[in-house]
């Protein structure tokens, strides 16, 4: 017979109270052995997880997604033609509305980036693919100041190091473009 074990808050505390970090790890082992991990135990939202539910309330197209401390910033360009900017709760995938606005173009603007055979979640698994870590952000880039051809750039953070991820939007390969450090900021404050 299967049993499935529940741990309520007050539960949780009376065994940091009693048995300390040593009983609250036991704890822990027991209740994710049953299958039931609560909220806590949970993983946060990542890339992908923003993504998608940015998506499920406002149907389009992913244009840029990106990580700000708890929260990832999500720019959906809808059917419509509107631009939506998006906030995704990290710890719990709640999705709020920071502002919408309407193409002044005539959708010309996003025409490339509605074209793409290869969409931002897309771009994400092939950029984890060709360098693995996590994805910190994910931006369509079509700047024609040098004549290149458009592209998503994916930013993926790993062993302390940040490296960004070039994927044709046609064709989905991947190419790394270069690798900074995370502590540049670090070593610029020091004089």
């Given at each position: 017979?299967?049993r499935t074990l ?10 940091l109270l009693v ?173």
């Open positions: 017979m299967k529940y741990v309520s808050s007050a539960a949780a505390a009376a065994v048995g300390g970090p040593v009983a609250a790890a036991a704890a822990s082992t027991a209740e994710a052995a049953a299958g039931s991990v609560s909220a806590p135990l949970r993983a946060a939202v990542d890339a992908e997880g923003a993504a998608a539910a940015a998506l499920k309330g406002h149907p389009g197209v992913v244009e840029s997604l990106d990580k700000d401390g708890s929260v990832w910033h999500v720019n959906v360009i809808g059917k419509d033609g509107s631009n939506t900017e998006l906030i995704v709760t990290a710890a719990t995938g709640a999705v709020a509305v920071e502002n919408t606005d309407q193409n002044d173009d005539d959708g010309n603007e996003d025409a490339a980036l509605v074209a793409a055979k290869v969409t931002a979640q897309q771009a994400m698994k092939a950029a984890v693919a060709a360098h693995p870590g996590q994805v910190w952000s994910v931006q369509w880039d079509d700047d024609d100041d040098n004549g290149s051809k458009p592209y998503w750039d994916v930013e993926i953070k790993s062993g302390g190091k940040t490296t960004n991820v070039h994927v044709d939007p046609a064709s989905g390969k991947a190419t790394v473009s270069h690798d900074d450090n995370d502590n540049d900021n670090d070593e610029n404050d020091n004089g």
